[in-house]
């Protein structure tokens, strides 16, 4: 009997040793690495300018504490600032982490304006975390369920509803913020009107709430741009980082700018491990690689060819449904539960996830060449195919 909780139904397979795209399991089989441990390996396996790096940080110094100053905490604060056109950021160790500053963030700023029991909006289908507060704040209910009494302090809306929202704003008083991905990785890869961040953006702003904004999965240049909501060509107020930010190395960020900035005072807030020397190597050199070889960017063209290639091959195929996402976020709508297209990849030697029962999710590394990105389409889609036929 395995001591692990039972928190995951894992697949039967182990992972020994990684490189690029790559990974090898303890058999010697080869996989193609179409996930990037959900969204989490920017820069592959085992890439040598992150494993120089962290390999030179753990010689010198791994952890101090945050009541000391730690300079590479401090440079990659200002990086994500100059990237994010965003004024600061506390540093967490996860997403649910980071989204948790966030909200303890929205409630003071309530509490500063002399709102007593600050209310903030959230979306049907989000998805936030898995502690208490991030899982009252996320929209479905197998995430809550068994976990009741729910945090309190918000009030959901459907995902791409502006009137919906609108509608809070005359009629609750309680309101300071709105939290929404820029597309909803958990709830199935669902991107919304081309306008809906820019009118949240107005509506938050005419009514003196803070645009939050959960980048925990789209953020870090997944969808072609350093942060998904460059696209829409705003600043949220706040801004949650996590997953791809230290290509592995557990590190998440809460950001904030304008009317958020200098929310949290000394003993507002606060992490042990939060931002030390080792996680903030991991994210600067994260950050320096995507930045020199033009990351964002590729992601952007390379999820297009991706997605070309599955239309094409897909296309008129019964039960396929429709594409969605964005970049390297991508989303392939089929009209059955297919969860079982995972183990069929995987004995095929490939690496996908399925969200939200009917959704295949690729998330690949952002170093995945175009040859290799064919090679993902040439597997996955017959696989499909043969699925949807059967
Ligand atoms: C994964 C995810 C989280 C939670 O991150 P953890 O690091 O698992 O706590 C929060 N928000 C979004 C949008 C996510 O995709």
């Known amino acids: 009997m395995s001591h692990v909780m039972n928190t995951y139904s894992r697949q039967p397979v182990a992972f020994v040793r990684g490189e690029g795209v790559w990974l090898w399991d303890s058999g010697g089989k080869r996989y193609l690495d179409g996930l990037a441990g959900i969204a989490v390996n920017t820069l592959g396996h085992a890439h040598p300018r992150l494993t120089a790096a962290l390999s030179e940080q753990i010689g010198k110094l791994i952890h101090c504490s945050n009541v000391y100053q730690?300079?590479?905490q401090e440079s990659l604060a200002d990086k994500l600032c100059a990237l994010s056109g965003m004024d600061e950021v506390f540093f967490s160790n996860s997403g649910c982490e980071a989204n948790e500053a966030a909200i303890k963030l929205a409630r003071l700023y309530g509490h500063k304006r002399g709102i007593e029991a600050p209310a903030i909006i959230?979306?049907?289908?989000?998805f936030h975390g898995r502690t208490l507060a991030t899982l009252s704040a996320t929209g479905n209910r197998r995430v809550q369920a068994g976990f009741e009494p729910l945090v309190k302090g918000f009030v959901r809306v459907p995902y791409d509803d502006l009137a919906a929202v609108r509608h809070l704003?005359?009629?609750n008083r309680d309101v300071v913020a709105v939290l929404v991905e820029p597309i909803q990785g958990e709830g199935g890869?669902?991107?919304?009107d081309a306008s809906y961040l820019q009118e949240l953006r107005r509506i938050c702003s005419e009514n003196n709430w803070l645009m939050m904004l959960d980048e925990v999965q789209t953020g870090i240049g997944r969808t072609g741009c350093w942060f998904a909501h460059q696209h829409a060509a705003i600043v949220p107020d706040v801004m949650t980082l996590a997953k791809g930010?230290?290509?592995g190395v557990p590190i998440g960020a809460c950001l904030?700018?304008?009317?958020?900035?200098g929310t949290f005072g000394p003993g507002n807030h606060g992490s042990t491990f939060g931002g030390n020397p080792l996680a903030c190597v991991a994210g600067l050199t994260t950050l320096n690689v995507m930045e020199q070889d033009n990351l964002p960017a590729y992601a952007g063209q390379l999820g297009q060819f991706i997605r070309n290639g599955i239309t094409a091959a897909l296309q008129g195929v019964k039960g396929f449904?429709?594409?969605r996402g964005q970049g390297l976020m991508i989303g392939i709508v089929l009209d059955k539960p297919c969860a079982e297209l995972v183990k069929l990849a995987l004995a095929r030697g490939l690496l996908i996830n399925v969200t939200a029962d009917s959704v295949v999710r690729l998330l690949p590394p952002l170093v995945m060449s175009q040859d290799e990105a064919q090679q993902l389409v040439d597997i996955l889609c017959p696989l499909i195919k043969d699925f949807l036929q059967s």
């Open 70 to 72: 730690i300079p590479a």
């Open 122 to 126: 959230v979306m049907e289908k989000s």
């Open 169 to 171: 704003a005359t009629n």
């Open 189 to 192: 890869i669902r991107t919304p």
């Open 245 to 247: 930010l230290g290509s």
């Open 256 to 261: 904030a700018a304008g009317a958020a900035t």
């Open 321 to 323: 449904q429709e594409i």
